[in-house]
């Protein structure tokens, strides 16, 4: 089992950034094959993969983007604090959202949410233009 928990949502104005942090808790992060993954949801639309990183096994550290955001965020680790990080720059309307992130259970690192079967509670990223 995985507990996520994130935090740093905010309102910005378009080109600002914003730095979200994803708290996990439970089995451990670096447990082989494990990957947290960031996705969003705006109203109205479906819950889309933004990207995501594998916290343990022999491609921990390896990073994945939605073409999307490719260039303005980027997703982090630090497994002492178990944390997953997304830094996001240039930030624009469109990438207002939920933010949630999630956990797999082993395996492929998926971008299809229903793969992951942990997930945080969401945060709100509203930018302004």
């Known amino acids: 089992q995985v507990q996520l928990a994130e935090s740093g949502g905010g309102s910005v104005q378009a080109g600002g950034s914003l730095r979200l942090s994803c708290s996990v808790s439970g089995d451990p992060i670096n447990a082989d094959n494990r990957c947290v993954g960031w996705f969003r949801q705006a109203p109205g639309k479906v819950r889309e993969w933004v990207a995501r990183?594998?916290?343990?096994?022999?491609?921990?550290?390896?990073?994945y983007y939605a073409d999307s955001v490719k260039g303005r965020f980027t997703i982090s680790q630090d497994i002492d604090k178990k944390t997953v990080e997304l830094q996001m720059y240039s930030l624009k309307p469109e990438d207002t959202a939920m933010y949630y992130c999630?956990?797999?259970?082993?395996?492929?690192?998926?971008?299809?949410?229903?793969?992951?079967?942990?997930w945080g509670q969401g945060t709100q990223v509203t930018v302004s233009s």
């Open positions: 999630a956990a797999n259970s082993g395996g492929f690192c998926s971008t299809i949410s229903s793969r992951f079967p942990y």
């Open positions: 990183i594998y916290t343990g096994g022999g491609s921990s550290g390896i990073q």
